[in-house]
C-alpha cells in the first residue's frame, strides 16, 4: 500500500479571499497534526490564463506567508513553489501524453476560464488538469484536500493513475516499484495511487456574498462578493452586513435552508469558521432575524481572520526569511520528487 500523504496548492494570483481559506488553507492546517503534508504555491498555473503578472514573486511570497499565518508548519511539513521543482512539469508531459484530449475538453473549469473564444485559450489552460495531477503525483501524494471545484480535476487525475497503472503495468512490476492494488474489481500491480479528495465540511464551496449562485471568485468584479483575507475589521463588517439574504429569518434546522442560497452560505461560513457544525450553528441561532446574526458572524470572521493578515503582513516584511522558506522546502521537495521521477523514467524506459 502506499504511505499516506496530504498534497495542495494553491495559485499564486490576486488576493486570497474567504473561499480559499475555508475550503483549502483552514484544512491544510487541521490535517498537519496527523499527516505528512506538502503545500505548494502552484506558480506554473498562474500563467495559464494571463501570461504576464506585474509581480508574481510578490504572489507567490504572500501565498506562502498566508500558508505560515494561518499556522502551517513549514518545518515538520514542506511548503514551497512549484516552479522550484522542475520534476513537476517532467511528469505533466508524460501525463499530456496519457491523457486523452476529449479527456481535457470535458473540463469544466477550461470552458468556463476560455469562455466563448477557445480556440484562443492557451494550451497551458486545456493541459492546466495534467500539470494538476503530475504535481500531486510527482510526490505519490494519496489525499488531497480543496474546495468543490476542484472535484472534477481530482477525478481526472485518479483518470491518468489509472490508465498510466495499466498501459504500463508489465512494465512497473519489472522495476519492482509498483504496488499491488485494486482497481474496480481488477487487481492490479501499480505505480501511482488513485487519490482521494478531500472535501467535506461545512462549506466545500463559498458562494458570493452578492449572488448565491456563483461561488466566492478572485475574479468575480464586485470586491463586495468576496471577502479577502488581509481586509481590515471594518470591510469584513461592511461585507457581511450589505450580503445579500431572503426577507426571512434563521431556520431552526438544516432543512429550512433548502432553496435559501445566500442563507445557507451565511450559515455555513459561520460553521466552517466556528468548527461547528450548521445544524448546531443553527440550535443558536434558529429563529433570530439576519440583523441578529450578521454582526456575530462579522465579529466571527474578523477574530478568526484579523490574527492570520497581522502576521501576513510580518512576514512579509521580511522578504529574506519567506525566500529561505520556500528554498528549504523546495530542496526537499525536490528530493522526494527526483526519486519518483527516476522510477518513471525507468518504467517508460528512457
Ligand atoms: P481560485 O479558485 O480562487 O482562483 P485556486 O484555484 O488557487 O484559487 O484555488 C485554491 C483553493 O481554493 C482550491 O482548493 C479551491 O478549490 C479553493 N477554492 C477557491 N474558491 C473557493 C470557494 N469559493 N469555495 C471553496 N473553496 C474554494
Ligand atoms: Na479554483
Redesign the pocket.
Known amino acids: 500500500t502506499f504511505q499516506p500523504l496530504v498534497f ?1 496548492g ?2 499564486p ?1 490576486g488576493n486570497l ?1 474567504l ?2 481559506y ?3 488553507i483552514r484544512k491544510f492546517v487541521a490535517l498537519q497534526e496527523n499527516n505528512d503534508c506538502i503545500y505548494c504555491v502552484v506558480d506554473l498555473h498562474a500563467i495559464t490564463a494571463q501570461l504576464v503578472h506585474d509581480d508574481l514573486r510578490g504572489q507567490i511570497r504572500s501565498i506562502a506567508a498566508a500558508f505560515i499565518a494561518s499556522g502551517i508548519d513549514p518545518k515538520k511539513h514542506i511548503v514551497f513553489n512549484q516552479s522550484a521543482v522542475p520534476q513537476h512539469a517532467e511528469l505533466a508531459w508524460i501525463f499530456n501524453c496519457v491523457a486523452r484530449i476529449g479527456w481535457m475538453n470535458r473540463m469544466t473549469q477550461f470552458k468556463d476560464k476560455a469562455g466563448k473564444d477557445r480556440e484562443n485559450a492557451s494550451l497551458g489552460l486545456l493541459a492546466y488538469p495534467s500539470l494538476m495531477a503530475a504535481d500531486i503525483l510527482v510526490y505519490r501524494a494519496t489525499h488531497v484536500p ?5 472535484k472534477q480535476h481530482l477525478e481526472l487525475a485518479r483518470d491518468i493513475a489509472q490508465k498510466f497503472n495499466i498501459d504500463f503495468q508489465e512494465k512497473i512490476r519489472a522495476t519492482g516499484k509498483g504496488v499491488d492494488m485494486v482497481v474496480g474489481e481488477e487487481p492490479i500491480h501499480g505505480y501511482f495511487p488513485l487519490v482521494e479528495p478531500l472535501i467535506d465540511g461545512p ?4 458562494m458570493s456574498l452578492r449572488d448565491g449562485t456563483k ?4 475574479s468575480d468584479p464586485s470586491d463586495l462578493s468576496r471577502i479577502n483575507l488581509m481586509d481590515d475589521a471594518d470591510e469584513i463588517a461592511r461585507k457581511i452586513r450589505k450580503a445579500k439574504t431572503d426577507p426571512e429569518g434563521l431556520p431552526s434546522e438544516a432543512e429550512g435552508l433548502k432553496g435559501r442560497p445566500e442563507a445557507d452560505n451565511l450559515v455555513g461560513i459561520y460553521a466552517a469558521l466556528a468548527d461547528r457544525s450548521k445544524a448546531d450553528v443553527l440550535a443558536e441561532f434558529g429563529g433570530q432575524q439576519f440583523s441578529v446574526f450578521k454582526p456575530a458572524l462579522a465579529d466571527l470572521a474578523v477574530n478568526v481572520l484579523s490574527p492570520i493578515s497581522a502576521e501576513m503582513r510580518r512576514l512579509l516584511g521580511d522578504t529574506s526569511h519567506i525566500d529561505a522558506i520556500l528554498r528549504d522546502g523546495g530542496e526537499r521537495a525536490r528530493a522526494r520528487a527526483e526519486k519518483v521521477m527516476g522510477d518513471v523514467f525507468d518504467i517508460v524506459g528512457f
Open positions: 495542495s494553491v495559485q494570483t479571499h473561499g480559499n475555508l475550503g483549502a480543496v474546495g468543490d471545484d476542484q462549506a466545500p464551496r463559498v461561488k466566492m471568485s478572485k
